[in-house]
């Protein structure tokens, strides 16, 4: 008998869980949607649905930045207005009907270098979001091995210390958007750096900074982590930075779960990453930590239910305000939902 493809819904199937406590209210701050290109299977509202709709109580989402449904003609700085129109029109069926989650913030692309034309693009953000754009996403990931990723990351060099990159986070702040980022665990430093220059914009780390595993950094976890833990502490010292908890089980992450025969249960979850969020939480407090699904990325891993069951287990010592903040609170006020 042929083994499930990681990934597909035959794979996640050989793992389900009951949910822990289903009735608790939930926020998934950070998920992705794309249509079916070249081989890559499309991930819209129905999946969404399936996923989000699989015992746990998730009320309202945030869509994050994928380079989905750019326009392929106009000027170049506006190309990625079309990924807010494509997903505000999906966040529409998602309030009409279907009694599912609710996409109720895009946080979308645009290069935060363009200088005076920035406002003009946020400003077609804005309009093409219906009420539903709440910032920017542009992500600083580079590393020097991209050959050994498998989601290599597209960030310039020295982006974060980039003057006319940082008069642009800037203005996000001025317009009462957020920054979103994603990067690697070597470029903490570099991000805390940009965090105490622009105080004056709400920062949100994503995925705990991207500890890599694979390629060059397999068998030197502990190494990592250590370094990882110290980054970390740093980059809580700024104020303006709120992070979310989630995204360790993509590939690059080299925990393995997606070159099994089964995915990963909640158990192992916990057992494999449990101090990394205890860590960051310490670190930020509750209420600057929101945890994060990365799905469909995370989904190359384990199944959705599995991931918020792990966050259930994680979050039991903490009390139920702090656990209210995690689950829903957190996202609620940094995006305005």
């Known amino acids: 008998m042929t083994t499930p493809v990681p ?3 035959a794979w996640l199937d050989q793992v389900r869980e009951d949910a822990i406590d289903p ?21 819209l509202l129905a999946d969404l649905w399936a996923d989000t709709g699989s015992g746990h109580r998730i009320e309202k989402t945030v869509f994050v930045e994928c380079r989905a449904s750019y326009r392929d003609s106009g000027p170049e700085a506006f190309r990625p207005i079309g990924e807010t129109e494509f997903v505000a029109r999906i966040a529409g069926a998602s309030r009409d009907g279907g009694g599912g989650a609710v996409i109720a913030g895009i946080v979308g692309h645009a290069d935060l270098r363009l200088g005076s034309g920035l406002r003009d693009v946020l400003q077609a953000h804005e309009r093409a979001g219906g009420g539903l754009f709440r910032g920017i996403r542009h992500s600083g990931a580079r590393d020097p091995h991209p050959q050994a990723l498998s989601i290599p990351g597209r960030g310039a060099e020295g982006l974060y210390a980039d003057a006319a990159f940082r008069e642009g986070v800037a203005l996000l702040g001025e317009l009462g958007c957020t920054y979103d980022t994603w990067h690697y665990h070597h470029q903490n430093g570099a991000f805390a750096d940009l965090a105490r220059a622009v105080p004056g914009t709400t920062m949100v780390l994503d995925h705990f900074g991207t500890p890599l595993g694979v390629g060059p950094y397999a068998g030197q976890r502990e190494a ?3 370094g990882w833990r110290r980054d970390i502490a740093a980059v809580a010292k700024c104020p303006n930075v709120v992070a979310k908890i989630g995204g360790l089980a993509m590939p690059d992450n080299g925990f393995g779960w997606d070159l099994r025969d089964r995915p990963a249960t909640s158990d192992e979850l916990v057992a494999a990453q449990a101090r990394y969020y205890h860590h960051a939480i310490e670190c930020f407090g509750p209420e600057r930590c929101m945890f994060e699904s990365n799905f469909p990325v995370d989904r190359r891993s384990l199944p959705y239910g599995v991931y918020w069951n792990a966050m259930k287990k994680l979050a039991a010592r903490y009390s139920p305000d702090e656990q209210h903040a995690m689950f ?7 995006y305005r939902l």
């Open 7 to 9: 990934g597909s819904t």
């Open 23 to 43: 009735d608790r209210p939930i926020i998934d701050p950070h998920h992705h949607l794309w249509k079916s290109i070249g081989g890559r299977a499309g991930y």
């Open 224 to 226: 990592i982590f250590d």
């Open 328 to 334: 829903y609170g957190t996202a609620a006020r940094v």
